[in-house]
């Protein structure tokens, strides 16, 4: 079945460093969805890119989608300590259900 | 705003015991969803529903099954519960929509611990 892949599993940076999240497939998304989780809570849906060679803003969070739509990227711009949790991308594995990323794991250190 | 409703936030239970785990949301979504979590393999979709008492099977269907006898409510059972089903389970729902693939809207999750 279709498979996401996503990198890296887990990063640590300071408060005020950027941070980037990549996602891969094997085969071409007709889109692609991400979603944070805060630790203890549930995940919270944040996007979604449809377009080939789509950017998207929403505040410090840039995303983008690929051109051949089989990658995307999360990129926030000097993290805070309120972007800590787990980042998750997810593409469609038929028409209403999604295959996630395994997720990358964002602590930020004041 | 969508609310998404897990019945327990943390259950215990023994192994061999039959263990129902109720999701019910308010926003009139056709499909819902049953994940769970663990350390590593991120979200891991068991079942869905897409109508009353439709059903499809996930990436990991056994030793689940699910029932939906109502448009909000949907229920994941664990026949005969076993320790490796010990793990956090996620309910979510979603509209169908014209165009596939809506966003999912995610329950607290259930923290299920068998013993």
């Known amino acids: 079945g279709q498979q996401v892949m996503q990198i890296p599993q887990y990063q640590h940076v300071q408060e005020g460093e950027d941070f980037t999240t990549y996602c891969n497939s094997s085969?071409?998304?007709?889109?692609i969805q991400w979603y944070k989780q805060r630790p203890g809570g549930h995940p919270v849906f944040l996007i979604q890119?449809?377009?080939?060679?789509e950017v998207k803003k929403q505040k410090r969070l840039t995303f983008q989608f690929g051109e051949a739509k089989k990658n995307s990227s999360l990129h926030i711009t000097a993290t805070q300590t309120t972007d800590v949790g787990t980042y998750f991308c997810?593409?469609?594995?038929?028409?209403?259900?999604?295959?996630f990323g395994k997720g990358t794991m964002l602590l930020v250190s004041p | 705003d969508v609310k998404v409703t897990q019945s327990s936030r943390y259950l215990v239970k023994r192994t061999g015991e039959k263990v129902f785990l109720e999701c019910v949301q308010d926003?009139?979504?056709?499909?819902m969803f049953w994940y769970r979590q663990d350390p590593g393999l991120g979200l891991r979709l068991i079942y869905f529903?897409?109508?009353?008492?439709?059903?499809e099977k996930g990436d990991i269907p056994e030793g689940y099954s699910v029932s939906r006898e109502k448009k909000e409510r949907f229920s994941l059972i664990l026949e005969s519960a076993s320790t490796n089903q010990t793990s956090m389970y996620l309910c979510?729902?979603?509209?169908?929509?014209?165009?596939?693939?809506?966003?999912?809207?995610f329950g607290d999750g259930t923290r299920l611990s068998i013993l």
């Open positions: 979510a729902s979603s509209f169908i929509g014209v165009v596939g693939n809506q966003p999912q809207h």
């Open positions: 085969t071409t998304l007709s889109n």
């Open positions: 890119l449809v377009k080939s060679g």
């Open positions: 997810a593409g469609p594995s038929g028409y209403s259900t999604l295959t």
């Open positions: 926003m009139d979504h056709e499909n």
């Open positions: 529903s897409y109508d009353v008492k439709m059903k």
